[in-house]
């Protein structure tokens, strides 16, 4: 395929260099002429493992060439690669100046590559569609909300018709980004339509790793997730070091076990939107080890903020009940997590007690949970946090659902999914949990889903 590729820094000259290695043909564009006059001739304008002696090649074979010029880059390829940066701006927001200034540019020289030649015959319209692929780093809703019209506006079409557009996270780190883009962890695809996702598949055809083709807002937001997480493993792991080393516990030696652990810390558990934890153990460990590091001086603002952040998420589902303006409250879970009976620091009996507390008229249904049985610790626990509960809870789950105009789903509990009413007419419903059949939900009135 032939590539324009826009901004020619690490992700833009890795990625012009590394596609015109797999056979297209390659032309960088970037602003600086510095960096045009290295490329073309066959030195890299960054330091890199692998990019010296892979655009020396490329440049020699004529793969890969280098400019200026926004029009003829673009009207000599098919797909063009928008790699500008979006740095940070002084408060913290993301700078789009540099991908609203290129995607103007682009979409003038499309109108120029479409509009008919001199005579009155057509142009390059044989030329087929052109594709407009975002790599840069953007938040969700700055393609679709900002970058698209601005093509629309200066192509004087409709993309997703007139052309094509997409976002294509990278996941190039510094140092090994030759190696990352030969062997990706993933390949992400953001399409306005499949056309505009099959021209950026095929683009990387014959590379390994999963292909995810996704909307526009979806690939946005995975590049955000991937380095949130990254960051905040790591800060994590420094962090507990730093406890360690103050306890004069080998932190290393703490990690190895850590980390041989595939089944709960190096998996996808935990890793699903939903809501609070809560329990006999996390809330209680977390306190402790935090207090522990303060004794040792030592600051931990990555753990000592876990729990203050799960009490927001849990604030978040009160406010979602305040928002429908109803009063009669059905919350379906109490107990901390499903097959247990242990109300100890759960989540649910905390949101229980702070809708009590408001004033709603609640009854609660939990078929694990029955005063009667509630016994030593766990019977304590409840009389201090929730005494009114024998008046609160429900025998049934149609008792409840009977009583509410506004239910909490905090259960998987089969006897309360299968009983859940679906369009109007019944509660609003609260998902808590993200239900199985929540997808089909959402276009729902009266569903509501915390946290997704």
């Known amino acids: 395929m032939r590539v324009s590729v826009f901004g020619l820094g690490y992700v833009g000259c890795v990625s012009a260099a590394c596609l015109a290695s797999m056979g297209h043909e390659v032309i960088g564009v970037d602003v600086n002429q510095v960096k045009v006059d290295l490329v073309n001739d066959g030195k890299a304008p960054v330091v890199e493992e692998r990019i010296g002696e892979l655009i020396a090649e490329v440049v020699r074979t004529g793969a890969l060439r280098a400019t200026r010029d926004v029009r003829e880059a673009v009207m000599d390829s098919e797909v063009s690669l928008i790699c500008v940066g979006t740095p940070s701006e002084p408060n913290g927001s993301l700078c789009t100046t540099y ?29 087929g569609r052109h594709t407009v692929v975002f790599r840069s780093t953007m938040l969700p809703g700055t393609c679709l909300n900002l970058l698209v019209p601005i093509l629309e506006k200066y192509v004087g079409g409709t993309a997703g018709v007139d052309v094509g557009v997409a976002v294509n996270p990278e996941f190039l780190r510094e140092g090994t980004s030759v190696r990352d883009f030969f062997d990706p962890p ?50 994590f792991a420094n962090e507990l070091g730093a406890v360690c080393q103050a ?26 939107p939903g809501f609070a934890f809560g329990g006999s153990c996390l809330p209680k460990d977390l306190r402790s080890l935090v207090h522990a590091a303060r004794r040792a001086d030592v600051s931990v603002p990555i753990l000592s903020h876990v729990l203050p952040s799960n009490a927001d998420h849990l604030q978040r589902a009160v406010e979602l009940v305040e928002r429908t303006g109803k009063r009669r409250v059905g919350l379906f879970g109490l107990s901390f997590k499903p097959g247990t009976d242990d109300l100890r620091e759960s989540p649910l009996v905390e949101l229980a007690e702070r809708l009590f507390g408001k004033g709603y008229d609640l009854k609660i249904y939990d078929a694990n949970v029955s005063l009667s049985r509630l016994l030593g610790a766990n019977r304590e626990y409840i009389e201090s946090r929730l005494p009114h509960l024998a008046q609160l809870l429900a025998d049934s789950v149609d008792e409840v659902l009977g009583h509410a ?31 199985p059949d929540a997808d089909a939900r959402r276009t729902e009135p009266g569903y509501v889903g915390l946290a997704w």
């Open 405 to 435: 105009e506004v239910c909490l789903v905090g259960t998987k509990d089969p006897a309360v999914l299968s009983a859940l009413p679906h369009g109007d007419g019944g509660p609003v419903l609260i998902d808590l949990i993200r239900l």
């Open 186 to 235: 993933k390949t992400v695809i953001g399409e306005l339509d499949p056309a505009s996702g099959d021209v950026v598949a095929a683009l990387y055809g014959g590379l390994p790793g999963e292909v995810f083709r996704v909307p526009v807002p979806v690939a946005e937001a995975i590049k955000y997730a991937d380095n949130a997480f990254h960051g905040l493993k790591i800060g």
């Open 99 to 127: 991908l609203e200034r290129v995607t103007e540019e682009i979409g003038a020289a499309l109108a120029d590559r479409t509009a008919p030649a001199e005579g009155g015959t057509a142009g390059r319209e044989g030329r």
């Open 247 to 272: 306890l004069g516990v080998d932190s290393h030696q703490v990690m190895d076990v850590f980390l041989a652990d595939r089944k709960l810390n190096i998996s996808p558990a935990y890793l699903r």
